[in-house]
């Protein structure tokens, strides 16, 4: 986690620096800092624990004048929350000033190594090794020849080949004041293109008000950046060529447009991201088009099972799509964490299929979990909304969702465009293996029908911030459902828990007599979705259940229901394999409208960020 960013122009760093910080802060906000180099050639660092809005407002940033820079903003890993493990971090001699994003899992050892050498430290983080290593390789370089910027470059890749683990890095050093150097290791980093004046990021929507134009760097891709140039090398400083990208986003994508929250404005936005997701992938009268995926009916056929794999709520999306694609296909779908699939040997083989789903693109698990599967000899397709992420670059295929920047650290329009375009893949997937055409004619009917009956949806606002209000004192929620309505409620459950911070569990309705209804007491709230029209007896049954025993109830549903439930939220009907994309945006608004009522920080819960790098 974590977000950098950096600047070399004519303008003054420190608000371009503040600016893309302050769109960086969804990857961690335990402290924030920035350092630019002075006029007589000083690296300066002022930095300090909490939010980028508090480092703007420290009295010593306007004294920052330099036009070149970086800045930092933390999700804490190694070290707490405070100023002096804060980034940026200078190395003893103060002549080299680093921010990074990732894990040195090896630090301890480089930290032994330095101090045998006579070096000191101040942070207890990881990344204080890394400008003390890059002054030792300056000052003990095995190559005098080299001169100028080059033996600087020489120095960060002699001390990056000593890291273990995962890093995005920016180095400044008051020795070249005309240059920064970067490099990326499963860790995101891009750089933006501008008119003597270049941008380095994170991600792409911090710096997409300021240039369009970008090169993805890949894995030990070091770049060294000057007001002019950038020039590109491998990890045997050898020069290389990137290819620039043009990116057609509009930056205005990355602002709130009047709302309060982009979590608000995110749920808004589903039925333009699902409008996108589908594209051109459903062509009316013809069969479905999936750019750049080939798989043949040969390949489908030998398939003995999909394993889908992710972490939260992409993971929810999963769950799913297993349905879907088990409905249509008629394949095994098993679908897992990423973090454990990593870790217990699963069985995959060149017959298996492997689909992760990730939309940052960026989660560690899920990366490590694909290159495991790749090193099976699986094929493996990634789903993801960000173009140019990590996972990309690492699976035989990507699909893009195309939802648009998700920022608000809870996944909303993600999540539903990741179902959408799941179903797009089990339709494509049905249609090569030429079975079941009619659940394929119809579903492809019912998915071209989203946008509409989501803005339907979108009409219940009010009710549901009736009922937040109602509720957003308690402790603890009960989520339930059957089929696919248990994963909505997952989903549900972790929408609340996350950004309201109340405790709240999900349970397949048929469980709750096998041991959680003991915790249903008088008041207590239970939020049942219940779509599926083959299952309503039996649901109605489990609410009256809870209902027995004194429980406040909100129910999601497209049926007609003659019961006298606290609250139910009449949804459209759709196909019973995606009636998910529907019933989680009620939840998704109940979180919100909880969460505000509360008075927190919608879009950047405690504890989180919104893209895990470490595991
Ligand atoms: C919850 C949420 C997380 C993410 C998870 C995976 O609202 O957003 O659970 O879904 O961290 O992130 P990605 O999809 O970026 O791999």
């Not at 964490?337 to 699963?346: G, I, K, Q, T």
Request: proline share 3%; net charge negative; aromatic share 8%.
């Amino acid at each position: 986690m974590c977000g950098i960013v950096g600047y070399v122009g004519k303008k003054e760093a420190k608000p371009v620096l503040i600016n893309g910080l302050l769109r960086l802060e969804y990857r961690g906000y335990d402290s924030a800092g920035i350092a630019t180099i002075e006029d007589n050639h000083l690296i300066k660092v002022i930095k300090d624990k909490g939010r980028v809005n508090q480092l703007n407002e420290n009295a010593e940033i306007n004294s920052l004048t330099g036009t070149i820079g970086i800045g930092h903003t933390r999700w804490a890993t190694h070290g707490k929350p405070s100023g002096v493990n804060s980034h940026p971090h200078l190395d003893n001699s103060r002549c080299f000033a680093v921010v990074h994003n990732g894990i040195i899992e090896n630090y301890a050892e480089l930290k032994e190594f330095l101090i045998s050498k006579n070096y000191t430290f101040l942070s207890e983080t990881d990344t204080e090794v890394i400008p003390n290593l890059i002054n030792y390789y300056y000052e003990n370089s095995s190559n005098s020849s080299l001169e100028g910027n080059e033996k600087f470059l020489k120095a960060v890749i002699d001390a990056t080949k000593r890291l273990k683990g995962s890093y995005a890095i920016e180095v400044l050093s008051s020795l070249y004041p005309d240059c920064m150097i970067v490099v990326r290791k499963d860790s995101p980093l891009v750089i933006g293109k501008g008119e003597n004046e270049n941008y380095i990021s994170s991600d792409i929507p911090a710096i997409l008000s300021f240039t369009k134009d970008f090169y993805l760097l890949n894995d030990r891709e070091f770049a060294l950046i000057t007001r002019n140039d950038i020039v590109f090398y491998n990890e045997n400083a050898e020069k290389i060529q990137k290819e620039i990208k043009n990116i057609t986003w509009d930056a205005g994508a990355a602002e709130k447009d009047g709302y309060d929250d982009f979590m608000l404005k995110e749920i808004y936005e589903q039925p333009k991201s699902i409008r996108e997701t589908i594209g051109s992938r459903l062509p009316k009268d013809s069969i479905s088009v999936i750019e750049d995926l080939a798989l043949s009916k040969e390949y489908l056929e030998s398939i003995k099972k999909i394993f889908i794999v992710a972490c939260g709520t992409a993971m929810h999306a999963g769950l799913t799509a297993k349905g879907i694609i088990e409905n249509l296909c008629e394949i095994p779908v098993e679908v897992e964490a990423a973090s454990e699939f990593r870790y217990r040997n699963p069985i995959v083989n060149s017959r298996t299929l492997c689909i992760y789903i990730s939309q940052s693109g960026e989660t560690a698990d899920t990366i490590a979990a694909l290159k495991l599967a790749k090193s099976k000899d699986a094929k493996t397709i990634a789903i993801t909304n960000v173009i140019g992420s990590s996972i990309s670059r690492e699976a035989d295929y990507t699909l893009y969702t195309h939802a648009g920047p998700e920022i608000a650290v809870a996944s909303t329009k993600a999540y539903t465009s990741q179902i959408v375009l799941l179903a797009i893949l089990a339709i494509n997937f049905a249609e090569t293996l030429d079975i079941n055409n009619s659940k394929v004619r119809e579903l492809k009917k019912e998915i071209l029908l989203l946008p509409g009956k989501i803005e339907e949806v979108l009409k219940n606002e009010q009710e549901i911030k009736e009922f937040a209000n109602r509720i957003y004192k308690e402790k603890d929620v009960f989520f339930i459902g059957r089929g696919v309505d248990y994963t909505v409620a997952l989903e549900g459950s972790l929408k609340l828990k996350e950004i309201s911070y109340i405790h709240s569990e999900a349970y397949p309705s048929g469980e709750l007599k096998h041991g959680p209804i003991a915790l249903i007491e008088n008041g207590i709230t239970v939020i049942s979705i219940l779509t599926n029209p083959l299952l309503v007896e039996k649901s109605i049954s489990n609410i009256q259940e809870v209902v027995t025993r004194g429980a406040k109830t909100f129910v999601v549903t497209n049926q007609e229901l003659n019961h006298n439930f606290d609250k139910v939220i009449k949804i459209p009907e759709t196909s019973p394999l995606i009636s998910p994309i529907l019933s989680v945006i009620p939840l998704q608004l109940l979180a919100y409208f909880i969460s505000k009522a509360k008075g927190l920080d919608v879009d950047k819960p405690r504890n989180l960020a919104k893209s895990v790098t470490v595991e």
